[in-house]
């Protein structure tokens, strides 16, 4: 009997050791994959008396890129949609960095009407813009249509920053030397192969995943041709993965259904958390594109984990980085110049 409850307890420990060097091993894995290199900007370029402008400045990612240009001496503009949580972030970037050279803007960037209204500000009260990030975005949302009927992520991520970037590039380009950067992600090669020309609002069929890494590549096609239309003008453009980073960008996660695995996949989620990027650590590649000297000799080229990286089959297609130009031309109402 008793040497049977000793085997049955060993049995038990060896049981309980293999869970856990299991579940180990899958979170080493996990945080190996979505942290991956975890590069760090570590220029000490100054920009005083430059002003620099970052969509969606309020909350994680652009907040900690907000923090450190200001801290460089940089006037910081952050273009929010809500007002209220932009003022307070606002006093918390000031706070934090120790400046007080901050500015809020009002943009909703899932309305052309807001884009064409905070661009018109921004170009009317400011004397410069040296460094535009495109920081905002949405992923994964259930379907919905931006206020001028797009697909919300495909409208936001890319037609609203697209809209907005070109109605501001006489302004940056005054400014130069200056430089866009276009945060993309990684999801433009793992949940995307191509832009969907056929159906690019997604009405015949949507993949909450596969729109949005439409939407990230977008980002990467948008700045390959962009580059392209700005030689010699002094304006280089970069495009970037930040990481996987815990931030409100992954708010619509929880209410993802794939029945019958939802609960699994919400019970990976939650795990997978402990293993993302903080918000600091993914800001570093956004401000290695703003500040480091060296970048300029790769304008155009997308960057992760402060290092030039490959890009995917079709992000690297001249064609239909053109098409896709000319596509978003006629959806947002931009004349050709």
């Not at 050791?17 to 000490?44: D, N």
């Not at 990027?277 to 997308?302: F, N, R």
């Amino acid at each position: 009997m008793l040497a049977s409850s000793i085997s049955d307890l060993v049995q038990s420990n060896r049981t309980l050791l293999a869970i856990v060097a299991t579940f180990g091993a899958v979170l080493a894995t996990m945080t190996l994959f979505f942290r991956g290199g975890c590069g760090k900007c570590t220029s000490k370029t100054r920009l005083d008396n430059k002003t620099v402008l970052i969509t969606g400045g309020n909350t994680g990612i652009g907040k900690e890129t907000a923090i450190d240009l200001a801290k460089r001496g940089a006037k910081v503009l952050i273009a929010c949609r809500n007002k209220q949580k932009a003022e307070t972030a606002a006093e918390e970037i000031k706070e934090a960095s120790g400046s007080t050279n901050i500015v809020v803007y009002i943009l909703d960037l899932a309305s052309l009407k807001s884009v064409r209204e905070c661009a018109d500000q921004i170009n009317n009260n400011e004397s410069q813009l040296d460094i535009l990030i495109n920081n905002a975005g949405v992923m994964a949302c259930p379907y919905m249509k931006t206020e001028d009927g797009f697909e919300m992520q495909f409208g936001t991520n890319h037609l609203g920053h697209f809209l907005f970037t070109n109605l501001l590039l006489d302004k940056i380009k005054k400014s130069s030397p200056s430089r866009i950067i276009n945060v993309s992600s990684r999801a433009h090669i793992d949940m995307s192969g191509s832009i969907n020309f056929d159906d690019i609002n997604s009405e015949k069929s949507y993949n909450r995943f596969t729109a949005y890494g439409q939407s990230k590549l977008a980002n990467v096609l948008f700045t390959r041709e962009l580059n392209k239309r700005l030689q010699g003008t002094n304006v280089t453009v970069y495009s970037l993965h930040p990481g996987v980073v815990d931030t409100e960008l992954c708010r619509h996660f929880e209410n993802v259904s794939f029945l019958p695995f939802r609960y699994l996949f919400k019970l990976i989620y939650s795990l997978s958390k402990y293993t993302l990027k903080t918000s600091k650590e993914g800001a570093q590649t956004s401000l290695y594109c703003a500040v480091d000297t060296e970048v300029v000799k790769y304008s155009g080229k997308y960057f992760s984990d402060c290092a030039v990286k490959e890009e995917s089959l079709q992000a690297k297609d001249d064609d239909v980085a053109s098409r896709l130009w000319t596509l978003s031309e006629q959806m947002v109402g931009l004349k050709q110049k």
